[in-house]
């Protein structure tokens, strides 16, 4: 089982519209969250973190449920310049290493 | 500010030779990693580095070893190359919170 899994999509969505990805992972030890933006031929850049709390950032919010150990990305109000893949990642404890997920795809449509 | 550099861009290799990808960092960060990205299989972990002098291997890291002789320098070296390891190649470094990504290499082996 891969330690973290997301809908790879893709999302093709118009402008203004809400969309919102989730993403799943195995180790209930996990002990932090990101969200990641990749452009098309680029490198993986933070988009934010996710906090227990949740949090927000403009028209992102970001949300953890250790529960379900799920994480989600919420885009309000989607710009063409949203368009991009987004990759959910965890931390996972001891070995400082960081798992990716696939990454979801996001077009969105003028 | 430089950040990470991966040298180089873009490389075409032949099968059975061997290839060092080079990476470093200005940043002064302990752990350091190297992904491959496949299209529909996302980023997998090939070999990561916690702190200069230490390595540890990932989610795939058959094909290829790393050193890590000084904090700044991680390079990948891939000893006999085979097609199945054509693949965009991104090394990454973190201060435990965020992970900063090099522009990556873009490796086919013909």
């Known amino acids: 089982r891969k330690e973290v899994e997301q809908d790879p999509g893709p999302f093709n969505v118009p402008e203004g519209a809400t969309v919102a990805f989730n993403c799943t992972y195995s180790?209930?030890?996990?002990?932090?969250f990101f969200w990641y933006r990749q452009d098309c031929r680029k490198e993986p850049k933070l988009l934010m973190s996710v906090y227990s709390s949740g949090n927000e950032d403009g028209r992102f919010t970001a949300q953890l449920n250790r529960a379900s150990q799920y994480i989600s990305l919420l885009i309000r109000d989607s710009k063409l310049s949203d368009s991009a893949t987004y990759l959910c990642?965890?931390?996972?404890?001891?070995?400082?290493?960081?798992?990716f997920g696939t990454g979801t795809r996001l077009t969105v449509i003028p | 500010t430089a950040g990470i550099t991966q040298a180089p861009t873009s490389q075409i290799l032949a099968a059975g030779r061997s290839m060092t990808l080079r990476c470093t960092q200005d940043?002064?960060?302990?752990?350091m990693y190297w992904y491959r990205q496949d299209l529909g299989l996302g980023l997998r972990l090939i070999h990561y580095?916690?702190?200069?002098?230490?390595?540890g291997k990932g989610e795939v890291p058959d094909g290829y070893s790393v050193s890590r002789a000084n904090t700044d320098d991680f390079p990948l070296t891939l000893a006999s190359a085979v097609p199945s390891q054509t693949s965009v190649y991104f090394c990454a470094s973190s201060d435990g919170t965020e992970a900063f990504f090099g522009q990556g290499t873009r490796l086919t082996v013909v």
């Open positions: 580095s916690n702190t200069a002098g230490t390595t």
């Open positions: 180790n209930s030890a996990s002990q932090s």
């Open positions: 990642v965890v931390n996972l404890p001891g070995a400082n290493n960081l798992f």
């Open positions: 940043m002064r960060h302990n752990a």
